[in-house]
């Protein structure tokens, strides 16, 4: 199973940018549980920005509730968050993380986590 994450990019402070978080693997079903965003700053540690539950239960950081929603389509295997009103300390690199079930045709079963690579936010004042 790989994730990809897009949706990364430079925009001004008050703007807003879409981050999509897409699962995919070869010749399985897959389903995902958990889904995480994460965010690490240049010199910072890295940090959980939202997640969401398989029943879509939804967790944000302190420093983003009221500003990013996180969302998830099962259908398309994709996790998007959706970041309005940026600010320059939301400048980082965004990474997203996923517990998954992998379920292939010869009826194998694997659980996992897996990482994205990151997509980097810049927020310029």
């Known amino acids: 199973v790989q994730l990809q994450a897009s949706g990364g990019g430079l925009v001004q402070v008050g703007g807003s940018l879409r981050l999509s978080c897409a699962a995919a693997?070869?010749?399985?079903?897959?389903?995902?549980?958990?889904v995480g965003w994460y965010r690490q700053a240049p010199g910072k540690q890295r940090e959980l920005v939202a997640d969401?539950?398989?029943?879509?239960?939804?967790n944000y950081a302190d420093s983003v509730k009221g500003r990013f929603t996180i969302s998830r389509d099962d259908a398309k295997n994709t996790v998007a968050l959706q970041m309005n009103s940026l600010k320059p300390e939301d400048t980082a690199v965004y990474s997203c993380?996923?517990?998954?079930?992998?379920?292939?045709?010869?009826?194998?079963?694997?659980?996992?986590?897996?990482w994205g690579q990151g997509t980097l936010v810049t927020v310029s004042s």
């Open positions: 993380n996923a517990d998954y079930w992998s379920f292939s045709s010869d009826g194998t079963i694997v659980a996992g986590r897996e």
């Open positions: 693997g070869t010749g399985s079903r897959i389903r995902l549980n958990v």
């Open positions: 969401i539950s398989s029943d879509g239960k939804t």
